[in-house]
């Protein structure tokens, strides 16, 4: 799907399963993002069936696997999500948090945000994060978004970060 020097993107799929239960689970994963309710394999599989695949179908994009280029176990999540309780598309990313560290979720999300922009044709993109996670903040001014302001989801408090694509 996307290629970077280093990673390659790809569609979630069923037999993501172990690698997802893993994430959903790991500590930073729950306080950063939250509880998806991920605590069997079978949940797993159910949550890859109705969130992520039903994304790809619904809107053309959803989040990707994120693994080494060569090959191998993803490394994490990156990708886009409409969610309903935001107008605009929502640039996402998780990591397991062996994998933090090396530049990973930035290359991740530029190539993301140039997919969003060039592939599919998005005037704009915003992101949310916890508003004391430092490092997702960090990392979304250095991918070009600008924080907005706070705002009040159903995910809880949130830094709001967007860009506008030139159009």
Known sequence: MID???LH????????????????NEPAFLRNIGDRGVRTLDD????????????????GFGMYAVEPRGGGAPL??????????????????????RHWGHGYALEA???????????????RIVAITAPDNEPSMALLRKIGLRFEKI???PEGESAFFSIDFPG
């Open 44 to 59: 797993a599989r159910r949550y890859i069936t109705e969130r992520m695949l039903a994304s790809y179908q619904r809107h």
């Open 151 to 153: 705002v009040d989801l």
């Open 9 to 24: 993107l790809r569609h979630v799929a069923d037999g993501d399963a172990p690698f997802i239960l893993e994430l959903l």
């Open 109 to 123: 999300a530029q190539a993301v945000l140039g997919h969003a922009e060039h592939d599919l044709g998005l005037a």
């Open 4 to 6: 970077t020097p280093r």
């Open 76 to 97: 994490g999540l990156c990708g886009l999500v409409k969610r309903d309780s935001l107008t605009d598309v929502d640039l996402g990313y998780a990591l397991l948090q």
